[in-house]
């Protein structure tokens, strides 16, 4: 393989090469490193989407896992949060977060249990897609004073979970509302299929049509007289075309408070937008154009886009020098450099991952970075929280 030595670009390097050497020296490596400024600014952003969209705003946490940047989402403006896991909710609602939203379904009984002891708390929503569903929860929700509020999953693409006919809607809410101890709250959907997009023309088009699903949705279930009140979509790459759908009034992204590469390869997000980054030590030059820094697969993830039409060239992109980051082990990351570049060994390295995501779950703590390299740091709340 050929070496990729594009460098990112100068004009959106987030911190300079001497603030990041004195920062080196105050962090131990591999890290994360957010800048916050950055990760304001995104939130920001997507709230006033949001409020120019007139959507609700429930982030979903997955990408961050942190009770204290959820809280930043909610003070910003945001209703509540979704969560993918009942061990991120359980998380989010010991820190004080009591409108979740868990966007999955949930059959494994001992789950079930969990989930009562969660609605019993707070507001807790979830997702349903097959009568099924119902009859596992009954026997532990049936006896509930309150009812368990449900959102039926509409298939938009992605062929992973989701009724997939007006039919199988229309059954399954008509079970819903038979059920006194179920309250049908909305429905939802997540465009996933836009991280296999080709072109940022085809993001749009499936950001389209992830609301006009959902809104016709929304009619089908009118049409028989059912109200509800959440028409939800998600996504990142989506969400700026789902929310101008006039039926749609609630949006889950999740990426968008860090973006990342895979991101900025499908166009979703610019380089300035990009606040997370992995900061790594050079700890090995062996040959002239070959380097090797402190930060594996435990500390990057060896996700490259496999999910999408495209495959990112490398496991993350250097800030600072031009180098493609070509093989990841589990403790070691290696990186092709041009011969004349002058890192040296001890030197700090700062590194785009490709998905922040995946990332973040790798990591007890955040270091927040400030405009005057003041440092921070919080923890990774819900890291590992699986199941």
């Known amino acids: 393989m050929v070496p990729d030595y594009s460098k990112f670009p100068p004009e959106h390097i987030p911190i300079s090469l001497e603030a990041l050497q004195k920062l080196h020296r105050q962090i131990d490596t591999p890290a994360v490193l957010i800048i916050e400024e950055r990760m304001q600014k995104n939130i920001r952003s997507i709230q006033a989407l949001a409020n120019k969209t007139k959507c609700r705003l429930r982030p979903h946490i997955k990408t961050h896992k942190?009770?204290?940047?959820?809280?930043?989402?909610?003070?910003?403006?945001?209703?509540?949060?979704?969560?993918?896991?009942?061990?991120?909710?359980?998380?989010?609602?010991?820190?004080?977060?009591?409108?979740?939203?868990?966007?999955?379904?949930?059959?494994?009984?001992?789950?079930?249990?969990?989930?009562?002891?969660?609605?019993?708390?707070?507001?807790?929503?979830?997702?349903?897609?097959?009568?099924?569903?119902?009859?596992?929860?009954?026997?532990?929700?049936?006896?509930?004073?309150?009812?368990?509020e449900v959102r039926i999953e509409i298939d938009s693409g992605l062929k992973r979970c989701g009724v997939?006919?007006?039919?199988?809607?229309?059954?399954?809410?008509?079970?819903?509302?038979?059920?006194?101890?179920?309250?049908?709250?909305?429905?939802?959907?997540?465009?996933?299929?836009?991280?296999?997009?080709?072109?940022?023309?085809?993001?749009?088009?499936?950001?389209?049509?992830?609301?006009?699903?959902?809104?016709?949705?929304?009619?089908?279930?009118?049409?028989?007289?059912?109200?509800?009140e959440t028409v939800s979509v998600g996504s990142t790459p989506t969400v700026n075309y789902s929310a101008q759908n006039e039926q749609v009034n609630e949006i889950r992204p999740g990426n968008y408070i860090f973006y990342d590469g895979i991101q900025m390869a499908l166009g979703v997000c610019r380089p300035g937008q990009c606040a997370l980054f992995v900061l790594a030590t050079v700890i090995s030059r062996p040959v002239p154009d070959r380097i090797v820094i402190d930060a594996g697969s435990k500390a990057l993830n060896l996700d490259r886009g496999a999910h999408a039409r495209f495959i990112l060239n490398g496991y993350g992109m250097p800030v600072h020098h031009s180098g493609f980051l070509s093989g990841l082990s589990e403790e070691h990351g290696v990186i092709q450099i041009p011969p004349n570049t002058s890192l040296r060994i001890g030197d700090p390295l700062l590194i785009l991952p490709n998905h922040a995501c995946a990332v973040a779950n790798l990591y007890e703590k955040y270091y927040l970075v400030d405009a005057n390299l003041q440092i921070g740091e919080t923890s990774v709340t819900a890291r590992g929280r699986s199941q």
Request: glycine letters at 10%.
């Open 164 to 228: 997939q006919s007006k039919e199988a809607l229309l059954g399954l809410a008509n079970r819903i509302t038979r059920e006194p101890w179920l309250k049908l709250e909305g429905i939802f959907t997540h465009a996933g299929q836009a991280y296999g997009a080709a072109s940022p023309e085809a993001i749009a088009h499936i950001g389209k049509e992830e609301g006009r699903i959902v809104a016709e949705a929304k009619g089908w279930l009118e049409e028989v007289g059912l109200q509800i």
């Open 66 to 148: 942190s009770a204290e940047l959820a809280k930043r989402q909610l003070k910003a403006g945001a209703v509540g949060i979704t969560v993918a896991k009942l061990g991120e909710a359980e998380v989010m609602q010991q820190a004080g977060i009591h409108d979740i939203f868990v966007a999955n379904q949930i059959a494994h009984p001992h789950k079930i249990r969990r989930l009562l002891k969660l609605h019993r708390k707070g507001r807790v929503i979830i997702g349903l897609d097959h009568p099924r569903q119902i009859d596992l929860l009954r026997p532990v929700f049936t006896q509930n004073n309150k009812p368990l």
